[in-house]
């Protein structure tokens, strides 16, 4: 019937229809419509967002077996809700992605329709007692994949292996495209960068960890704000950076240097109150200034709404240093690395900077610096084990040595 009839096929997926066992391919047929490819090739793409925008498709169940299309379409589902909170990503609503499901799509397709920088995928497959899952991360606009994992795990409790699913792949999706983001802006002639891109290529600079590049990153945060005014990273970026220049290269003056942070962090929340990021600068500006109890309430208000942002976990276990109150350090030093754990290639060099700069400060409270060594030093350790192994438990054996060290 192709090219025969004057119609538009639309392919609709697999469909369950009543009476029949197995599911059906559906196709809405457009009378006096053009075909797909020629609606596909006229059809403008959706305009990108200003900052990296993601579509969840759902996961594919390859069990064969139609009752576990509830455990695909429950971690997509969860993956899609985790991601929405992180304040520097724009994530397309369920509604939208599950309209592919069923379908064979091309990612580019997607990718235009929906107006996404990236595309998630994946697949569930079940034998016995265990459970697969795979995803992939796509460029849609190359189709080049950025980032892929398997999850393996025993059924033993369908919903914790679910959230336990969910926790892994959200925890490593956002660094995996902050990477990627990082490395599009690099490949920008600096004439051309818009407000993200400046602010992109600040956040290169500044994880030089060193003095001249720090200068580099406050003149980029600069950039990014003189181009949007209204965006709430770049104040929250400028305003850490002058906080290390100070601190650590002392090339700006302590108090002014605390000033000017608190200003630039309180302006970033009052742009955006909802952004974590800025809610987490803010409280690394007031523990600069030694208010520390304001400090815990807005880092605590950055974990609440994004969870997995380490920045705010090493913030937390930081200020906690200087409120000795060292107990606690440990769970944050151990979330923040679990975070950032690279199971998935080199580390980024965006996560340095804060990680590194809280060697100095395991000093402050008397008695603790030994301790806080001995910490870190078995987090590296677990750490670098754990992307050796590649292995399902990896996090469980970082928590059973921080538990060992903890009670010592």
Known sequence: MR???????????EQRVKNIARPLRVYHVRPGQVADEEMNATQAPLPLPDKPSLAVLPFTNMSGDPEQEFVSDGIAEDVITALSRHPSLFVIARNST????GRAVDVKQVGRELGVRYVLEGSVRKAGNRIRVTAQLIEAGTGNYVWAERYDRDLADIFAVQDEITQALTTALTPAIADAELRRAMRRPPESLDAWAAYQRGLWHLSKANSDDDTVAQNFFRQAIDLDSTFAPGYSALALAQLQAAAVYQKLSLLEAQSSAEALARRAVGLDGADAEARSCLGWALQARGEREGALVEIERALAMSPNLAVAHWQR???????????????????????????????????????????????????????????????????????????SNSHSRVAKKLSH????
Do not use: M
Not at 98 to 101: G, I, P, R, V
Not at 374 to 391: L, N, P, W
């Open 3 to 13: 090219d025969k009839l004057d119609f538009a096929f639309e392919d609709a997926g």
């Open 317 to 391: 276990g930081a200020t906690l240093i200087f409120s000795v109150k060292f107990a606690p350090v440990f769970v944050e030093c151990w979330r923040a690395w679990l975070i950032t754990l690279p199971l998935v290639g080199p580390p980024s060099p965006v996560r340095r900077p804060w990680a590194s700069g809280s060697r100095g400060q395991n000093a402050v409270a008397p008695g603790l610096y030994q301790p806080s060594i001995k910490v870190k030093q078995t987090i590296f350790a677990s750490a670098c084990e754990a992307k050796r192994r590649r292995s």
């Open 98 to 101: 599950f309209t592919y499901k």
């Open 405 to 408: 060290i903890a009670l010592s």
